[in-house]
Nanobody, 117 residues
C-alpha cells in the first residue's frame, strides 16, 4: 500500500498561487495513476486532476488552464501548481494514488486551501 502525505496548503489571496506536494512512500509509485481531488463544504468530493506514470494528464473543466499537475518519479512526488486562484477553489485537497484498474487505492489526509482576501 502506498502512503501519501500532502503539503503546501494554506491561505492565499484571490489571483494568487500555491503549489501542493504529495510525497508517496512505497516501492510501486511508478505503477500508479496519481491525482488530486477536492471537497468544499456541502459539496461532493470532485476530481481536480490526474496524471499517469507516463505523464498523461486530465483536468476538471473548472481548473483547466489554471492548475498543472506533474510528477517526479525519482522523488516519488506529485505536484499541483495552482495559479489564478479564486474563492471557488477553497476546499480540502486530497492526494490520491491508484492502480489503473482501481483495485488498489490510497488517499492522503487532506490539506486545506482557503482563497480569501
Amino acid at each position: 500500500q502506498v502512503q501519501l502525505v500532502e503539503s503546501g496548503g494554506g491561505l492565499v489571496q484571490p489571483g494568487g498561487s500555491l503549489r501542493l506536494s504529495c510525497a508517496a512512500s512505497g516501492s510501486i509509485f511508478n505503477t500508479y495513476v496519481m491525482g488530486w481531488y477536492r471537497q468544499a463544504p456541502g459539496k461532493q468530493r470532485e476530481l481536480v486532476a490526474t496524471i499517469t506514470r507516463d505523464g498523461s494528464t486530465n483536468y476538471a473543466a473548472s481548473v483547466k488552464g489554471r492548475f498543472t499537475i506533474s510528477r517526479d518519479n525519482a522523488k516519488n512526488t506529485v505536484y499541483l501548481q495552482m495559479d489564478s486562484l479564486n474563492a471557488e477553489d477553497t476546499a480540502v485537497y486530497y492526494c490520491n494514488a491508484r492502480r489503473p484498474d482501481f483495485l488498489l487505492q490510497a488517499w492522503g489526509q487532506g490539506t486545506q486551501i482557503t482563497v480569501s482576501s
